[in-house]
């Protein structure tokens, strides 16, 4: 009897333990993922960005990629913008095909695979066109990643 207590104890505690570990376990895609992994899956997503910006324009890209719940805008002389309607006020350009368009040139993610920021050139095509560089900072919400802040530095006028 005593042997048969000690085996039913044993098997539940075995059980126990197998479903606590099941339920703590992070998804094995993000357990495992590598730098090289998250820096391309961050690589990708900016590419796909852009060239949905470049699709359908800037305004439906944003609505698109913005993670409006986390997300803000820093503005000159307007500060922090949080909110759809504060960033979207921002980002009322819905030109077809997108003035706005820019190339990664790098990324770097947080060894948990859910934060990252990719950087490179953006060009703004007009008379004379502006150019710059640009930070983005993303991060993962249900399985895609979505951007939680960018911003831009203009390259100087050549007149100055």
Partial sequence: M???????????????????TGCTSLPTSDVHATAPQIEAELMAVDRAYEAYNLAHGYEAASL??????????????????????????ERQLDMVPSPVHWQPEGAMGAASGDLGITWGSFVVDGDPDTTGDYVTVWRKVNGEWKIVTDTAVDDPDPAD
């Avoid at 005593?2 to 606590?20: D, E, K, P």
């Avoid at 820093?74 to 960033?87: H, M, V």
């Fill in 2 to 20: 005593n042997q048969t207590v000690n085996t039913v104890c044993g098997v539940a505690m075995f059980g126990l333990a197998i479903g606590t």
């Fill in 64 to 89: 698109k990629f913005v993670d409006f719940e986390k997300g803000f805008m820093i503005e000159a002389g307007e500060g922090f913008l949080t909110g759809q309607a504060a960033i979207m006020a």
